[in-house]
């Protein structure tokens, strides 16, 4: 078979489903008898791999093994250097060594290099990168006593989740991986994965397909078309119809994508946790951020806001612990903002969710010290549901970066 005729890239189409669930047969009947075949699923694993990087994408395979190469060989330095002498600075040493590659690649994507004339990216790159950083800073933490070489490897490159998550953690993902479920704990466990497969299909082929694929060019095109200018800014009412229309595309099509990695998982016997939970019912924006991409913005949560939170405590920077975290969360969004990329609608977007969740925090404060004479019932649920939405799809729209194109060429 020419696999160049076939799109095997993660979930593209309902074709790559055909391919990994004929290559799960075995490794499910082996599930179903209490047996994980480990050495059958590193090679179905390795496989798909192979195939994902497959002819035009060869460049990409060669850079994920020599990134796979480098990340684990700082873990397992990491390992047997961090009881010596001077071990803050050899974890700080491995931290941005395994960062720094990534935040090349970051910076090649926008600003390309003439006299690089090769692919430097790949596939997957920012959750490798995600998943050796916080191997190593729970090693630190000693939350994560020993890490095995061969359990690592496989967590590194588990192939449902490599290209866009969910992001697992290794100690969840080891005690799944070690030990197969009973029967009854994987009936279940298939039974969800059927649900979320069939949902994923409905949400990323359907729903995501509509909002993306058919009304998005259309809508686009006559926001483009069809303006106005309102207090000297351009505008139009199309832009308002993009920005909700959008932000159902983003949603459907990354929900989608997570569900089947769940599902994939669910399947081989591992419990990857979920990405998304009912976000645009978010009743306040830090509420969004625990329903929205949750396995991201908790990495973030925990191996940023809370690290720079502490240590800017321990080195008593700011005497007011308001100014502390407000400092904390523009750090916290500027940084994912540029991980998405470094344009200018990626950073205010960042901006903008950090400078949302301060006034919230400034809300809630006053909301406590005001209880009695601030209403809370039906209606102002509701209402704060409808803001909090609205607030997000704004924050999408900027996102998106078609304000670039409507605003400036």
Known sequence: MDFNLVNLQPYANPQYFIYVIIGLISLMIGLWFGKRF?????IFSLVFLFLIFDCDKWQQGINLLLWLGFEFALTMFYQVYRSKKNKTSVFYLMVILAILPLAFVKYYTSFPISSINFTVGFLGISYITFKTVQVIMEMRDGAIKKVEPATYLRFLLFFPTISSGPIDRYRRFKKDYDNAPSRDEYVDMITKGIHYLFLGLFYKFILGWLFGTVWLPVI???ALAITTTVFGIKFSWWLIAYMYDYSMYLFFDFAG???FAVSISYFMGIKTPMNFNKPFISKNIKDFWNRW???LSFWFRDYIYMRFTFFAMK???FKNRIRLSQVSYFLLFLIMGFWHGLTWYYIVYGIFHATAICINDAWLRFKIKHKKQIPSN?????????LTFNTVCFSFLIFSGFLDTFWFK
């Not at 480990?38 to 590193?42: L, V």
């Not at 039906?378 to 704060?384: L, Y």
């Open 378 to 386: 039906t209606f102002t649920k509701w209402f704060a549901i409808f």
């Open 293 to 295: 991409h949750m396995t």
């Open 38 to 42: 480990k050495t059958y699923e590193a």
């Open 315 to 317: 080195k008593k920077w």
């Open 220 to 222: 686009s095109q006559k």
């Open 257 to 259: 994508y997570s569900l």
